[in-house]
């Protein structure tokens, strides 16, 4: 087997390895795509971290390069949610996405099981990452993410009345905040409720189009 190009994976495990080389790397983790898909995803990586001129180019994708993806591919549009996904992908907190974490991230982001894509959901929409959705998170996130319409009414008395309305519906506990398992317990009773902070998973077109994309070639292999 002809061996590919090398890729330095900026983890813990400080792995070396090439793309023709995917299939142990593929064991390593519970992933929902396969092998030569795997291969798509960090050829496509690849592709894009030369692209990229920031000084991370040469380990992963940067905030900015990231954000670009979300919008121009995913037709993503809301900074705030956008930051927040960006933060999901970003594991170790490194202000890169690497390898590992771009393919493990686009497996949830876009086959990923519910309680995958609850976890993930929660994570975007937990702002300070102090466990909860609190009131005033689902105020920002609700007033970025609603289309503004013109009105007499103050439009921040409208949010907060949605927000109260959203704590009546998911807030099984009356704490006043939504608990990962209030959210979960409302998604699972209510599957539409998974993206009720605003949209930060891709819609089927898109995601279709992504796929057929980057996988087309998964057949030739």
Known sequence: MSRGR???????????????DVKSFCLCFDWAVNKKEVECL????????????????AVGLDRNMFRNI????????????????????????DSCISVVEWVEGLS???RGTLEEKIKYCFEVYDLNGDGYISREEMFHMLKNSL????SEE???EGI???????????DYDHDGKLSFLDFEKAVRDENLL??????????????????????QETNEL
């Open 6 to 20: 090398v890729l330095w994976l900026p983890c813990s495990c400080n792995l070396f390895f090439a793309t023709s």
């Open 42 to 57: 960090i050829k496509l990586f690849h592709t894009l971290a030369t692209e990229s001129r920031d000084r991370f180019a």
């Open 70 to 93: 979300l919008h121009c591919t995913f037709g993503m549009t809301d900074d705030m949610i956008m930051d927040r996904v960006f933060r999901a992908f970003d594991k170790d907190n």
């Open 108 to 110: 949830i982001f876009l």
């Open 147 to 150: 289309l503004k319409q013109p």
């Open 154 to 156: 103050d439009p921040d």
């Open 160 to 170: 907060k009345d949605l927000v109260e309305i959203t704590l009546k519906k998911m």
């Open 194 to 215: 998974l993206e009720a902070f605003g949209p930060c998973l891709p819609d089927i077109k898109s995601s279709m189009a992504f796929e057929l994309k980057t996988f």
